[in-house]
Each structure stands twice: as C-alpha cells, then as structure tokens.
C-alpha cells in the first residue's frame, strides 16, 4: 500500500507541473488569467484594423447595461468610461422592440462613434432582429432579449455567419437549446452563454486541479444564489410609462408563448416572475451557480437524473395571490454518470446560502472569493498535499467575459462559456423545471435527448404549449 501511495503521488505532482503551467501559478502564488492576445484574422471575418462590428439585440436593462455600456466602455454619463479592457470592437446597430429602449441605445451607440473617433460608419436601429442580422458587416450579435426569444435570435445570427453571446438561460425549453447546439456545430461559429461567472478565473483553477487528480474522484459539489426581498424578487423593475402598444410590439414580443395574455406592462417589465416567459431563479439566479460548477469539475457532462422542489408560498402571502408563478425557494439535486452529484440553492426569501465546495473521495476544494483552498480528506492526509491559490483572476466581470468572446473569435479558441458548456447546464435548468413543475425524478438520455422517470416512462420534454403556463 505504501509503495502504491508513493507512486501515486510522484503521478499526481507530475499532473500538477503540468496544469501549473496552464494556470500560470502553483501552490500559494497568485494565480492569473493569461493576458489577452489579439492575433491577426482575415478581413473576411473583421472588419479594417482587425476591429470587430457588433450588433445589439435586446437592449432593455441587461440588454443596455451589461452589452451596450460594456462593448462601448461608455456609461453615457459625463464620458465616464465602464471598464479598463481595449476590445477594439464598435456598436454598429441595435434592434428592440420598445422604441424608447431601441432610441437610447441607438444614442449612445451615436456617441461612442462621434466621440471615440471609431469611424464613419452609421448607427442604425431596427425593430425586427431579422433586419439587424441580415446585414453582411456585423460579426457579433449580442442577445439580451426575453427568453423565449433567444432560440430564434441565435440561430438566425449563427446561420448568418455571426458569432453570439446570448445572455443566461440559454434557451426558454431544453428541445430549442439543442437546436442551438446543432446550430453552432454545423456553422462553426462561436457561441458564448451570457453567465459572466463563466469567465472567473477560480473555476478553472479548480478544473485544472481536478484534472490533475489532485482530489480523486468527484464526490459532491454544492452552491447556492440566495436572497431575500420584502417586496418579491424582481418587483423592483420600474413600470415605464412609456411602455404602450403603440411604442411596442406586444403581440410579437409574446413569440412562441402559447398562453397568450392582453398588453401587460407588469409581464413586460418583470417577465422573470412568469412561467410563460422563464423559469423563475432557475434560469435567472441558478444558472450563474451552475455553468461555473461544470466548468470546474475539469469534464462537463450531461446529467443523469434531476430532482427540484420549489415553492412560493412566502412570496404569494406576502405581496399577493396574483404576484407570480414561478417559485420564491427552490433546491435542485443532480446526478451524473460519473458518479458526481451536485446541490444547488435558490431562494428570494431568505439570504442564507451554502459554501461553495467541491468534494473528492481523496481531497475538497473550498472556494471563497478569489481563493481556491485544496485540503486533503483525513485518510488520504499523507497522499494529497494541501494546498491554496490566491488572487485569481478575473473575478466575476462582465467586461472579462466579453473580452473572452472576443479573444476567442480572433484567436480561433473556445470561449469559457461555450456551447458545449451551455447545453450541458442547460439540461440540468430544464430537467429541474421538469422535474418541479411535474413532480417527478426526471432521467435523461444523452443519445436519444430524451427523458424519462425512474420506471422508464417516457416523459414529453417541457416545451411551448407542454403545460397551461407555457
């Protein structure tokens, strides 16, 4: 035994040379994203100067903020600049429904352009997506829209010969992210999921770390987003008086849904509260949760079986019968075929979360803030040394995640928030909305993409029009 723990070990530090030389540090020294590289790419592909042309779609509060502000580095005030990357990108176009939100960003877009010397190209704005994507001098095309209009979104800009970054979920249902899939593998183009956890630098820390098998095997991973709001979790989106059929297209903003309702300004401000348009904290607060986690176990798969239990009991006796749909606390429980399980907490109604942890048979990674701490399991203290990672960069930075689509598009390299990232975290949001809306363990079938209970019953995949509220 001992002669198998000394040879195991010399195997386990030659793994650890290697993935130090990946993650740019080792033991105790800080630990660092590699610099961004731009490289030269044909001009096909960019526009003059190797500059990237980006077209916005969505541009309403993450739409505006998170994409326009970031790729601009304008926050519109005073000249004030958001962030400290040089993406030497420009925003060309911005596509909404509402003509408040498509005339604000189509503003700032204007005074980017003038006020940075970017060129003499002309800002447009546009109410149909179709018109912003079929233009032949945009690259990128950034998604920001409700969810169930993302599918359609994406797919239109990658058959298009554009790259994406489509914001969190995905996709509304499971069958429409794999169309996605399809999509990007069959037109090559990059695709990056809007979660900018994606991007912070720890998560691949770990997964170089568990590459290594420096914890042994994957035993429980666990996380949670958790918060607590008197007045009901996303109430606080102001009702713009602006908002009117007449300022915006109702009827095609309700797209695929199914259980179509009247012009309604509290659905169009606060769609998350709504199963017709999400799935609540799944796909909004527990997406930035999940994504990192498969990231970091070093080999993302899909699931095996998914179970959820969510309520909202709280949220309706306290703001109203009628306030929402989705669910105020939520627990999701997963496994996968290697043996892993993961547990992931949400709540709007109270803030008491779980530590970030992965367990190994062998060692547990614990995460806090920007440090990754490795210590060994007590049977394995003399095979596993402990060991910490400080100072990791990025930290959770929108600009970093954005920056890293970029990089990939001009180096020709996956973006950490890839497709096969997404679908795969895309499974897990959508077998756990299955799973609590049916009340059943749902199993999942990676060949067939199919689904199943436990008995092998088939089970039709949630989609538009599977239930009333969809």
């Not at 945009?138 to 994406?164: C, M, N, P, R, Y």
């Not at 606060?270 to 176990?297: E, F, M, N, Q, S």
């Not at 530590?355 to 995460?367: D, P, S």
């Not at 096969?420 to 990676?446: H, L, N, W």
Request: aromatic content about 8%; glycine content about 10%.
């Amino acid at each position: 035994m001992n002669a198998k723990n000394t040879s195991r070990r010399a195997f386990i530090k030659k793994g650890t040379l290697a993935a130090s030389a990946i993650v740019a540090g080792v033991t105790s020294e800080p630990v660092r994203a590699a610099k961004h590289r731009y490289t030269t790419t044909p001009s096909s592909v960019l526009g003059a100067n190797n500059q990237l042309r980006v077209g916005f779609v969505g541009v309403g509060g993450q739409g505006f903020n998170a994409h326009v502000r970031t790729v601009t580095n304008m926050t519109g005030e005073n000249n004030e600049t958001w962030h400290n990357y040089e993406y030497n990108a420009v925003g060309v176009a911005a596509c909404d429904l509402y003509s408040g939100r498509r005339d604000r960003a189509g503003a700032l877009l204007e005074i980017a352009r003038s006020e940075g010397g970017l060129g003499d190209y002309k800002v447009e704005t546009y109410e149909d997506h179709r018109r912003l994507i079929e233009r032949d001098d945009i690259d990128v095309v950034f998604i920001g829209t409700v969810d169930h209009w993302h599918s359609q979104i994406v797919i239109d800009a990658l058959e298009s010969g554009k790259h994406v970054y489509c914001e969190k979920p995905m996709t509304r249902y499971l069958p429409e992210a794999f169309e996605v899939y399809d999509a990007v593998q069959r037109t090559g183009m990059k695709f990056q999921v809007g979660s900018q956890y994606c991007t912070e630098g720890k998560w691949h820390v770990a997964a170089d770390m568990i590459r290594a098998g420096k914890i042994g095997r994957l035993v429980l991973a666990q996380d949670s987003y958790t918060r607590n709001s008197a007045t009901g979790e996303w109430n606080y989106y102001e009702l713009e008086e602006g908002v009117t059929p007449a300022t915006m297209d109702w009827e095609h903003w309700l797209g695929k849904v199914r259980n179509r309702v009247d012009f309604n300004r509290e659905h169009y401000h606060r769609w998350r509260k709504y199963l017709r348009y999400c799935a609540g904290i799944l796909g909004d607060l527990l997406a930035h949760r999940i994504h990192p986690l498969v990231i970091a176990t070093g080999n993302p798969e899909f699931p095996k079986r998914v179970a959820c239990l969510g309520t909202n009991g709280i949220t309706l006796d306290e703001v109203g019968p009628d306030d929402r749909t989705v669910t105020d606390n939520t627990q999701v429980m997963a496994e996968f075929p290697s043996g892993l399980a993961m547990v992931i907490l949400g709540s709007t109604v109270n803030e008491q979360g779980l530590a970030q942890v992965i367990r190994g048979h062998e060692g547990t990674l614990y995460f806090g803030g920007n440090t990754v701490e490795l210590r060994p399991e007590r049977p394995f203290g003399d095979l596993v040394d402990q060991e910490s990672h400080d100072n990791i960069e990025p930290g959770v930075s929108i600009p970093a995640h954005v920056a890293d689509l970029f990089d990939s598009i001009r180096n020709d390299t996956e973006p950490n928030g890839n497709i096969e990232v997404a679908i795969r975290t895309q499974t897990i949001i959508s077998m756990a909305e299955m799973s609590e809306r049916m009340g059943e363990m749902v199993y999942f079938d990676e060949e067939t993409r199919s689904m199943s209970t436990g008995s092998g019953r088939p089970l039709e995949t949630l989609t538009y029009g599977t239930m009333e509220l969809s």
